[in-house]
């Protein structure tokens, strides 16, 4: 965009003139006492006390409640490979989206490198002033590898949002539509359209949270992965050696056959046909953003239940329901990775809020409701105690 599209009086740009958020202090700097205490020459009995025992940062700086939200610009939104500077007003709102829903401080770091061994050396260099990761808006497959040797070499939690945030609230809004259906989902025929960053973890995501994954297909843009397939990435492959028990071949009108959900997390259009082959009282949840795969309301003449991406419609599969609590469940655990069974921990907290009072337009809370993160920190941190990965 120019500077020439840029309207001053336009509500969003009025908005964002300035950015959207500021550091502020949390002790009172009116006097010489004040000023002795939060700085010289009392800061460094504080310094001396964490030289000698590193664990003390926890307690004594805001490293217990503070995360880097990580960027090299390659994938933000759905607007692609803008970069570090066009991608921070997003890293700002991901920013006071922590602050406002769980009163987690965040700070946007924005690189200006999307070199894998570059990421993961800056990050690593980083790390010590935060007590978690927040990956975002990092193209596939550099993300998988950027969060895996992230894990591996930090103490903290290392979350690559677009990948684990989609894939908790998928399997919360899932596990609601399910139920609403009397169905099972070990029992479910599902469909994931996209083997991205996404569509990788959310095909995992709902393995570990019950369906069958003989009985789930994932598509790409080349059609169904299976061990037919030659060229696939080392991710891809893993897909092909897990799931498609039945060895489909084809797109995704095939793979759509008589399968009871449509995940959508790929931008690409599917035909209404392919969607009329659904088996009856289907579920369909198209996430691309702002055009799903399927509009909700061609989707609707086909299944029971429809979710999208869009907060003009029911249902909306939103990551605002899950990173918020997924980092304050860690942070308040102390937890040093995020595993599988806090991120299905977070998936059934959403979905209990709303367990009560499911409606076809009503699987998922809305992004609003103020009792999802607590829930779902409570929940996360009490799965990373069961995993032996909490030091609190």
């Known amino acids: 965009m120019s500077s020439s599209t840029v309207d001053p009086a336009d509500p969003v740009f009025l908005l964002h003139r300035g950015g959207k958020m500021a550091v502020t202090s949390t002790v009172p700097l009116t006097s010489r006492e004040d000023l002795s205490l939060a700085y010289t020459p009392g800061v460094a009995r504080v310094c001396e006390a964490i030289a000698a025992d590193p664990a003390l940062v926890d307690d004594y700086t805001w490293v217990s409640h503070t995360v880097a939200v990580v960027t090299d610009g390659s994938a933000v939104l759905g607007l692609g490979n803008i970069g570090p500077r066009a991608a921070l007003p997003v890293m700002e709102g991901k920013a006071v989206l922590f602050k406002q829903f769980a009163g987690v401080d965040a700070v946007p770091v924005c690189l200006d490198t999307q070199d894998v061994d570059e990421i993961v050396a800056v990050v690593r260099a980083l790390a010590p002033s ?23 070499a930090l103490d903290i939690p290392v979350f690559h949002d677009d990948q684990h945030g989609t894939a908790i609230v998928v399997l919360a809004a899932l596990r609601n539509a399910a139920t609403l259906l009397d169905r099972k989902l070990g029992d479910l025929r599902v469909a994931v359209s996209g083997a991205g960053a996404a569509g990788v973890a959310v095909t995992k995501m709902l393995i570990a949270g019950g369906v069958n994954p003989d009985q789930v297909v994932v598509c790409d843009s080349k059609g169904i992965i299976g061990r037919h397939r030659t ?48 088996a009856p009282g289907g579920i369909v949840f198209a996430l691309a953003n702002p055009t799903p795969e399927v509009h909700p309301e061609v989707a609707a003449r086909h299944v029971a239940v429809v979710a999208t991406g869009r907060s003009d419609y029911p249902n909306q599969i939103n990551n605002v329901l899950a990173f918020p609590g997924v980092f304050r469940g860690a942070l308040d655990a102390g937890a040093t990775r995020i595993t599988e069974a806090m991120k299905v921990a977070a998936a059934d907290a959403i979905a209990g809020v709303v367990a009560d009072s499911l409606t076809a337009d009503a699987i998922v809370p809305s992004p609003l409701d103020p009792r999802v993160a607590p829930a779902v920190a409570e929940a996360v941190a009490e799965a990373a105690r069961r995993d032996g990965v909490a030091r609190r």
């Open 231 to 278: 060229e696939l990435t080392d991710t891809k492959a893993e897909l092909a050696a897990s799931t498609n028990a039945d060895g489909r071949q084809g797109d995704i009108t095939e793979a759509l056959r008589g399968a009871d959900v449509l995940v959508g997390v790929s931008g690409g259009q599917i035909p209404e046909a392919a969607v009329a082959g659904m």
């Open 130 to 152: 935060f007590g978690g990761i927040n990956l975002e808006d990092i193209s596939a497959p550099r993300c998988f590898e950027i969060e895996r040797r992230l894990d591996e």
